[in-house]
């Protein structure tokens, strides 16, 4: 059974650089995508970007100047900084591996994180 | 176009039948996914693809794809039902991913 498990600074202040990292237990890490959503208090979900296991990453264009998500294989870890984060970057930031298939137009998160509430505050 | 549109809110009789739609271009390229998020957790996919419940989702969760809408059909809704539901797909570069706003549903 798959799990992710992240950790990271939950209170920033503004201009710092949010930093979560998450860790894949129990699976392969190399086959899959894997991302970084967020959902501000009480709004929907916005993806913030993906990784493959070779490094290759995707972002959302409205986040792309502030976003790097890395990986380290050698510990089945990914990671997730935003940098100058404001208020507006308040949120609960889970982590989640996406299965593709791209034969069949299909992708689609099958595992997630528990969550990393993170608030910006000065 | 990169924008999934869902309603906001919908409310189901208990035991009743209740579909959730999922409209937006990028349908017609790509499948959409459907998440099921209760209060204080982290969504759970409830279909994938064509059709597909990942194991322990009950059949009752059903998915369906014609043109640009993508909806999520309950047939006998139970009160364990009642969450916010979240579709998503690709965009249409293949690029990124995008989810709808979200439809809460209320199971009377």
């Known amino acids: 059974q798959v799990q992710l498990q992240q950790w990271g600074a939950g209170l920033l202040k503004p201009s710092e650089t949010l930093s979560l990292t998450c860790a894949v237990y129990g699976g392969s890490f190399n086959v899959y995508y894997w991302s970084w959503i967020r959902q501000p208090p009480g709004k929907g979900l916005e993806w913030i970007g993906e990784i493959t296991h070779s490094g290759s990453t995707n972002y959302n264009p409205s986040l792309k100047s502030r976003v790097t998500i890395s990986v380290d294989t050698s510990k089945n870890q990914f990671s997730l900084k935003l940098s100058s984060v404001t208020a507006a970057d308040t949120a609960v930031y889970y982590c989640?591996?996406?299965?593709?298939?791209?034969?069949?137009?299909?992708?689609?998160?099958?595992?997630w994180g528990k969550g990393t509430t993170v608030t910006v505050s000065s | 176009s990169s924008e999934l549109t869902q309603d906001p809110a919908v409310s189901v009789a208990l035991g009743q039948t209740v579909r959730i739609t999922c409209q937006g271009d990028?349908?017609?390229?790509?499948?959409a996914s459907w998440y099921q998020q209760k209060p204080g957790q982290a969504p759970v996919l409830v279909i994938f693809g064509k059709n597909n419940r990942p194991s322990g989702i009950p059949d009752r969760f059903s998915g369906y794809t014609s043109g640009n809408t993508a909806s999520l059909t309950i047939t006998g809704a139970q009160a364990e039902d009642e969450a916010d539901y979240f579709c998503d797909s690709r965009d249409s570069s293949g690029n990124h991913l995008v989810f709808g706003g979200g439809t809460k549903l209320t199971v009377l």
């Open positions: 989640a591996r996406i299965i593709v298939v791209p034969a069949a137009t299909l992708y689609y998160m099958d595992v």
């Open positions: 990028s349908l017609r390229s790509y499948y």
